[in-house]
Structures are given as C-alpha cells and as structure tokens.
C-alpha cells in the first residue's frame, strides 16, 4: 500500500459549504503549515475586499494583564490569532452595545471597538472578561485568495455554536469539532502525527 491509499481518508473534495461572516475554517489533516496546522479560524469578515479571522483554538502561555497596562491581575487568556500584524491585540465579544465602533459579526458577536471602553469595563469588574476572547495578530487573506485555498483542499467551512467561544474560556479544539461533525471528519482526528508513519 502507498502513502496515496494511506492517506485517501484523510483528503477532502470541497463541500460546497460558502465561507462567509461568522462561519469557522478548519485546516485539513494533511495542512503542516506552521501557523494553521489543525487549526479553527473563526471568520469575522469575508467580502470582495478579503477574508479576516483569528484562530480560536491556540492560548499563549500568559494572561492579559501581562500584556496590557492597566488590566487588573486575573486569568484571560490571549489567543494566538494570526501571523498577520502579530504585536496587535484584537478582540471578539458579545458586548456591542455596551463599546463603541464594534463590528457586528453575526447575532450578537462583535469584533473590535474602542479598547479604552474595553480596559474600562474591565477594571470595573474584572469577571466581564468571560465576555470577550483576546487575540495576538490576525489571519487574513486577499481578495480571492481564501477561495482558492478552499478549492485546493486546505480548508473545510462549517460552523460552530457562539457559546463555544466564550463559556469557561477553553478553546473550542479542532479535534472536537470534527467529532462533532462525525462520518469521515471524526476520522481525521485520528491522522498520525508523524505523516510517514503507516
């Protein structure tokens, strides 16, 4: 048997699936890019202009008050968001109507807005930090260019529930979803590390 029947499970046809506005990218089990090996990029802007999203499934090794001046000592975590402009925080939240210039993403998850608002809130009262996920960097595509990734096979679309992104602050992990997701996709959680191995 060749690496070819080995590794056939584990190759996608694109599933017709449109990425758009608050739909989750998943990298496919073959994908050893550095940045967005078994990754989930939560998309926050997909138009004819490009493609933005920040992946929600790589915690840093330290909290935000490490990061930020005047942020009381606490537990939020930083996310890993992108290889794009990776000495900038972004954010994700369910508080649009409480921080000015957030974009509405989809129901009601926003990204962005002014981060003065946001320190404030949280000196406030440091258990609204449930309510945002913080990120180092962001992914981003250009115009056309996350298309043709799809059409290559390096991505799968599909979507996710809102609360997985907030709740305990776990990350949502690539694995799971594809569980979820079961048949053929609950399989490639099973694709060995080391891809000589057979």
């Given at each position: 048997m060749d690496n070819d029947d080995v590794f056939e499970p584990f190759r996608i046809k694109h599933n017709g699936v449109t990425p758009k506005k608050g739909?989750?990218?998943?990298?496919?089990?073959?994908?050893?890019?550095?940045?967005?090996?078994?990754?989930?990029?939560?998309?926050?802007?997909?138009?004819?202009?490009?493609?933005?999203?920040?992946?929600?499934n790589k915690p840093l090794d330290f909290e935000l008050h490490q990061l930020l001046d005047g942020i009381p000592e606490s537990s939020i975590?930083?996310?890993?968001?992108?290889?794009?402009?990776?000495?900038?925080?972004?954010?994700?939240?369910?508080?649009?109507?409480?921080?000015?210039?957030?974009?509405?993403i989809v129901g009601d998850l926003y990204w962005g807005g002014d981060f003065e608002q946001v320190k404030f809130l949280l000196r406030s009262d440091i258990s609204l930090?449930?309510?945002?996920?913080?990120?180092?960097?962001?992914?981003g595509w250009d115009p056309g260019q996350l298309q043709q990734e799809i059409s290559n096979d390096t991505w799968l679309v599909t979507s996710i529930d809102i609360p997985d992104l907030f709740g305990d602050g776990r990350a949502p992990q690539w694995e799971s979803i594809l569980e979820k997701m079961g048949g053929k996709y609950k399989l490639w959680t099973q694709f060995p590390e080391d891809s000589a191995f057979n």
């Open positions: 739909a989750i990218l998943l990298s496919v089990p073959l994908l050893r890019d550095r940045y967005f090996k078994k990754t989930v990029v939560y998309l926050t802007e997909h138009n004819s202009e490009g493609s933005i999203g920040f992946i929600i975590k930083v996310f890993y968001g992108g290889p794009v402009a990776n000495d900038t925080i972004h954010i994700i939240h369910n508080m649009g109507d409480r921080i000015l210039r957030s974009k509405r930090g449930r309510n945002f996920r913080f990120f180092l960097g962001y992914s």
